[in-house]
């Protein structure tokens, strides 16, 4: 059944690979938009989230055409997920814009540079993420991923997703070998954290109402003593992106680190600004705002000396050992 399934998988890929990106795109619009009549489940979770967030600034109608017109984009996303992995760089590169990488590595930075954590979310194509390796060919790109269920469709995604030059780490199985790779210079990390943090995030406020959120960017940065950004994909037009790098957010002043709480705030209010740029590029369809499966304890501060509270909640599973100063690493 496996190997009918993979089967399966690769025609559909070949089918979609042999198509340009522009059709791509359009179709994916036009399942997307079947899908938000034919999935009651999804839909009810998207127009119940965008109703808590927005129901007091927007009408009923209003909400219900984000709505629409975010599985439209959904479904463009999904598509074009599966083209772009099948693209050469030279195929793809009209299709995409970098802005503020500059922020991020400075031109003079090398192989044996200080590493970067990226905070990543669900906008737009956020798959696209695993070029940046494009854009800085001297650094070495990886970034965390979730196995399917389904063996078959999980191999089919892992060859897809290998095609990019992006190192991929299965949040599971994978934390120590990414923790090692923490170790060097030179490494640009980035880490999905706008989804529900489960029983180890920290409950903090995003788009106005308490969840669960994920502290992995910022313990990351912390323990490694990297510069933290985050990245935003913006769809720009039909089978056409720009991604967004933000400046350095703060983890350290004065030599003395910032709390994980503290930064993971600055990563939502970046999140809740991007969504309310362009709500229907966000991912609405998740059960972002889920209650409480525990009292969680609030971080202290990650300071010489001690633990942090929370591990990371989007994994790997397995955090670093050491709390090194409060100083840069070159």
């Given amino acids: 059944m496996n190997f009918l399934i993979y089967r399966l998988g690769g025609a559909l890929v070949a089918l979609i690979s042999a198509f340009p990106l522009t059709w791509v795109a359009w179709i994916g619009c036009r399942c997307g938009g079947l899908a938000y009549f034919l999935d009651t489940a999804h839909r009810q979770v998207a127009l119940r989230n965008l109703t808590m967030c927005f129901g007091r600034e927007k009408s009923p109608a209003e909400i219900t055409a984000i709505a629409r017109e975010n599985f439209r984009r959904l479904g463009e996303n999904y598509a074009c997920m599966v083209k772009t992995y099948t693209m050469s760089w030279e ?51 990886a970034t965390t991923y979730r196995a399917l269920k389904q063996p078959a469709l999980n191999r089919l995604m892992v060859e897809l997703r290998n095609r990019s030059g992006c190192h991929f780490y299965e949040r599971r199985t994978g934390g120590a070998t990414l923790l090692a790779m923490m170790t060097k210079t030179g490494s640009l990390l980035g880490l999905l954290a706008d989804h529900h943090g489960g029983p180890k995030g920290l409950r903090l406020p995003f788009l106005g109402h308490e969840c669960s959120t994920s502290t992995a960017p910022a313990i990351f940065a912390l323990r490694y003593r990297c510069p933290l950004h985050v990245a935003i994909c913006y769809r720009v037009g039909l089978g056409r992106w720009r991604i967004e790098n933000s400046a350095e957010i703060v983890t350290c002043i004065n030599g003395r680190r910032r709390p994980v709480e503290d930064v993971t705030r600055e990563v939502n209010l ?29 971080p202290p501060a990650a300071g010489p000396g001690t633990k942090d509270a929370a591990a990371p909640s989007n994994p790997p599973e397995t955090t670093p050992a050491a709390e090194p100063p409060c100083e840069p690493r070159i």
Avoid: T
């Fill in 91 to 141: 195929q793809l590169r009209g299709h995409l814009e970098l802005v503020g990488m500059e922020k991020v590595i400075p031109r003079e930075a090398g192989p044996k540079a200080q590493s970067r954590i990226i905070a990543l979310g669900h906008f737009g194509l956020f798959e696209l993420y695993a070029h940046f390796g494009h854009f800085v060919p001297s650094f070495k790109l």
């Fill in 270 to 298: 970046a999140f809740e600004a991007a969504v309310r740029r362009d709500p229907a590029n966000w991912f609405w369809v998740h059960k972002r705002w889920k209650p409480a499966e525990r009292k969680i304890p609030r």
